[in-house]
């Protein structure tokens, strides 16, 4: 039973990845409970800066070397491996050391205020860029991970980076307020970073470099990841731009809003998005042509298993939730956060098809649909946050998404012969269209009912797809 074992071997990845984001997750929300608590609204929203600066650096230094190194490495050699992988990790680690030297020279030149942290002295630009350098470190050792599929060496370096981090974070928030914002940035990407060097010299061994050998595998990588990184940065960079663009328009408390919600509902949600990222791409990179026409069913049938409780869950405590998690001065995000959380689910359900086409149809594909997924979702996004505020960005969101797994799941029957299921996709267009009621004037319990009932037709419609995903699953065994 082929596809059983597949499905397998999809179930077990997501539950160590799974289990490793959650932790990651809820060390995140520790940490941000004690920011909010300790410095308010625009305290969560200059951590948001902090994370989005951050992650902008790293998509733009890396130039797509990891994912590069993740497609390269499906049907290599261990000499090969090794010699790429070293390639990946010598990148990483120059990369980091002059984005850090960049970010720092910027911060003397325009100060801290053209980064959006106003409120902050200049002095703890130092820690922004020490924690910067130290998230393009666990980039490449993680791609490294990745590309050898040790997901429960990644889930390990997620868990026990982010409790480290998370916890010395805390206490230094808790102890010194603002004056600690950057340092707490810093001990979460440079614990994050320790584990995943230690996990990878543990799975890999260490890496020698060779100038010769390493500059002629690293300059392949660089030309087949420079349209990758190109497509990223036009499409979900622009997701990592909106914290820039929330703080210009509306200061840091919509910052600190939307960093609170985003945090659950990209950090709920995601922990399916890192199964995507470590487990289900280097299978589509490896697979065969006829093992690729069921994986993305395999896996859209995971994701949706799980994320409908969650859509439902959202819907029903989104108040109180925010409220939990933070503090009252959080809840007016209640339906931003529905409106973000349905979003999610359409995004990451794309990226099934998306990781097809990246590693199957050419590059020049997946550039062109994100580049348009990019474009759409910064005119929406703009539009909307200048008419409805944050509400309106929600739906921006959740439109932009919705639209790129229509033009994804397309462009996969054309380009690939991968059929989408007409019942899952069913299910999506009913969860959507559940999701764009939210903006409606309704009752807080006719805005309940609403979701409720959608989700539970579209958990109808996933039922009754085959296979039974949770036989598969869960069943031991498999030849």
């Keep these: 039973m082929p596809e059983a074992s597949q499905v397998t071997s999809?179930?077990?990845?997501?539950?160590?990845?799974?289990?490793?984001?959650?932790?990651?997750?809820?060390?995140?929300?520790?940490?941000?409970?004690?920011?909010?608590?300790?410095?308010?609204v625009e305290g969560v929203g200059l951590q948001g800066m902090c994370l989005a600066i951050g992650s902008?650096?790293?998509?733009?230094?890396?130039?797509?070397?990891?994912?590069?190194?993740?497609?390269?490495?499906?049907?290599?050699?261990?000499?090969?491996?090794?010699?790429?992988?070293?390639?990946?990790?010598?990148?990483?680690?120059?990369?980091g050391l002059g984005a850090g030297i960049l970010t720092l020279f910027l911060i003397l030149v325009v100060g801290m205020d053209g980064f959006g942290l106003g409120p902050l002295p200049r002095a703890q630009g130092v820690p922004l860029c020490l924690g910067i350098t130290c998230a393009l470190l666990q980039?490449?050792?993680?791609?490294?991970?990745?590309?050898?599929?040790?997901?429960?060496?990644?889930?390990?370096?997620?868990?026990?980076?982010?409790?480290?981090?998370?916890g010395i974070g805390s206490a230094l928030v808790f102890q010194f307020g603002y004056g600690a914002i950057t340092t707490a940035y810093l001990t979460t990407q440079a614990s994050v970073s320790l584990a995943a060097y230690v996990m990878r010299r543990r799975e890999v061994g260490a890496l020698a470099f060779h100038p010769a050998a390493s500059a002629k595998d690293l300059r392949l990588l660089i030309v087949n990841g420079v349209a990758i990184a190109l497509s990223t940065v036009v499409g979900s960079g622009v997701q990592l731009v909106m914290p820039l663009l929330i703080q210009r328009m509306s200061g840091l408390n919509s910052v600190g809003l939307f960093r609170s919600v985003t945090a659950i509902t990209i950090g709920g949600v995601g922990i399916m998005a890192v199964t995507l990222a470590r487990d289900y791409y280097p299978r589509?990179?490896?697979?065969?042509?006829q093992e690729l026409v069921d994986l993305p069913r395999q896996q859209q049938r995971l994701l949706l298993t799980a994320c409908v409780p969650l859509v439902i869950a959202g819907t029903l405590f989104a108040g109180p939730a925010l409220r939990l998690a933070y503090s009252p001065s959080f809840e007016v995000a209640s339906t931003f956060f529905g409106l973000q959380l349905v979003g999610e689910v359409m995004r990451l359900t794309s990226f099934t098809y998306a990781y097809v086409l990246l590693a199957?149809?050419?590059?020049?594909?997946?550039?062109?649909?994100?580049?348009?997924?990019?474009?759409?979702?910064?005119?929406?996004?703009?539009?909307?946050?200048?008419?409805?505020?944050l509400n309106g960005l929600?739906?921006?969101?959740?439109?932009?998404?919705?639209?790129?797994?229509?033009?994804?799941?397309?462009l996969c029957r054309r380009r690939c012969a991968v059929r989408p299921s007409p019942g899952i996709m069913c299910a999506l267009a009913i969860t959507a269209a559940s999701g764009l009621l939210l903006l409606g004037d309704w009752p807080p319990l006719t805005k309940v009912a609403v979701v409720v009932i959608a989700t539970g037709a579209s958990a109808v419609l996933l039922v009754r797809s085959r296979p039974n995903t949770r036989q598969v699953i869960f069943r031991t065994g498999v030849s």
Aim: charged share 10%; net charge positive; proline share 1%.
């Design 10 to 40: 999809a179930g077990r990845a997501s539950i160590f990845l799974g289990a490793g984001t959650v932790v990651q997750v809820v060390s995140g929300f520790a940490l941000a409970k004690v920011l909010a608590l300790c410095t308010g």
């Design 56 to 95: 902008l650096a790293a998509l733009a230094c890396g130039l797509g070397v990891g994912a590069a190194l993740v497609r390269a490495l499906g049907s290599q050699g261990p000499e090969v491996r090794l010699r790429l992988s070293t390639a990946t990790v010598t990148w990483f680690r120059l990369a």
């Design 139 to 166: 980039v490449g050792d993680l791609a490294v991970l990745t590309a050898y599929r040790a997901s429960q060496a990644i889930a390990v370096s997620l868990a026990v980076g982010a409790i480290v981090g998370a």
């Design 284 to 289: 589509v990179a490896g697979s065969s042509p």
């Design 360 to 389: 199957r149809a050419g590059r020049g594909t997946y550039l062109a649909l994100e580049s348009a997924a990019g474009a759409l979702l910064l005119v929406l996004g703009v539009t909307g946050l200048k008419l409805f505020g």
């Design 394 to 410: 929600g739906a921006a969101y959740l439109i932009t998404y919705t639209a790129y797994l229509v033009a994804a799941a397309e």
